[in-house]
């Protein structure tokens, strides 16, 4: 089936260590997003990339770096987590970049839990 | 800065219908998006606006005022399995989703 896997599911992580969250599509789709999402605010924009090789900042940028080295991968990594990164994270993907006009299809998410 | 206003919660009972609603303001726009989120799952699309006027697409039609900065989401015959979250998002001039908190809705027997 065609979709967004994340893995993994879900994650308890102490504080300071290092994270990547896994993110694969096979819909061919040339744009991706990280978004997180917290309990009262709405869903907010990490990272994205438009295009394989090509990457960009979000709202929220800081203390996390993605890369895409192909179309299909989109890991997240967090360097030195803190517990406010505990959250919900999202994995998107658009067949057209810049996603503001194009339906974007979300993947299961990730819960991470931060101590 | 940038806002997206919609309403926390609201309760409707099942076979009735309900309006959600949404307000903007944005740096530019780039169209509206409607998502709903079950509870601990994805997000899923709903509809997209991006001219003013009603979209129908069976029990759901979304409407826009691009000059209010305002849409709404009606949900027509509801269903218990339409109990879910209800996200607003808009496109903004860096042609980025502002999302709102989104409107949890409960649907009553």
């Known amino acids: 089936i065609a979709g967004i896997t994340q893995a993994p599911t879900s994650q308890i992580l102490a504080a300071g260590r290092r994270m990547t969250l896994r993110c694969t599509q096979d819909?061919?789709?040339?744009?991706m997003y990280w978004y997180r999402q917290d309990l009262g605010l709405g869903l907010r924009l990490i990272h994205y990339s438009n295009t394989a090789g090509t990457t960009g900042k979000g709202e929220v940028p800081d203390g996390y770096s993605v890369s895409r080295a192909n179309t299909d991968d989109f890991p997240l990594t967090l360097a030195s987590a803190v517990p406010s990164q505990t959250s919900v994270y999202f994995c998107?993907?658009?067949?057209?970049?810049?996603?503001?006009?194009?339906?974007?299809?979300f993947g299961p998410g990730t819960r991470l839990t931060v101590l | 800065g940038q806002n997206i206003d919609q309403p926390t919660e609201m309760t409707a009972t099942e076979g009735a219908i309900v309006q959600i609603n949404c307000t903007y303001q944005t740096s530019g726009f780039n169209g509206l998006f409607w998502y709903q989120q079950h509870a601990g799952e994805a997000p899923t699309f709903l509809s997209y606006n991006v001219l003013d006027g009603l979209e129908e697409k069976g029990r759901f039609s979304s409407f826009l005022s691009r000059s209010k900065g305002y849409s709404y989401l009606l949900l027509k015959e509801l269903q218990m399995k339409d109990s879910a979250s209800y996200l607003c998002a808009v496109g903004d001039s860096n042609y980025q989703l502002i999302w709102g908190a989104g409107t949890k809705l409960i649907i009553k027997p």
């Open positions: 998107a993907s658009s067949e057209l970049a810049g996603g503001a006009t194009d339906t974007q299809y």
């Open positions: 819909m061919r789709h040339n744009a």
